[in-house]
């Protein structure tokens, strides 16, 4: 059984910072591209970042770059989101999710409050 479990959500303050950690079990993240997706209210889920097999490849979101950093390690089977900056915008549940083709897995997500 495949899982992806989020942590490290919260409520934090305009300009504050957060780290986000997706466990997974059941894969071998190596083999897979793992990607933060995020969904506001009566939003669609959008992509936050991604980063390829083996971390050759990142790619941020416009509205992220420069503030949040994607990384991997796969010896821990573990993704992890820094998030920097933080404003308003940034408030959604965030989701984890492992892709490599046709398999397509997501975390429960993880919710960031950014409010003063």
């Known amino acids: 059984q495949v899982r992806l479990v989020e942590s490290g959500g919260g409520l934090v303050q305009p300009g504050g910072s957060l780290g986000l950690s997706c466990a997974a079990s059941?894969?071998?993240?190596?083999?897979?591209?793992m990607g933060w997706y995020r969904q506001a209210p009566g939003k669609e889920r959008e992509l936050v970042a991604n980063?390829?097999?083996?971390?050759?490849?990142?790619n941020y979101a416009p509205s992220v770059k420069g503030r949040f950093t994607i990384s991997r390690d796969d010896n821990k089977n573990t993704m992890y989101l820094q998030m920097n900056s933080l404003n308003t915008d940034d408030t959604a549940a965030y989701y984890c999710?492992?892709?490599?083709?046709?398999?397509?897995?997501w975390g429960q997500g993880t919710q960031i409050t950014v409010s003063s």
């Open positions: 980063v390829s097999r083996a971390g050759g490849t990142t």
């Open positions: 059941g894969i071998m993240i190596k083999s897979y591209t």
């Open positions: 999710n492992a892709y490599r083709w046709p398999e397509n897995y």
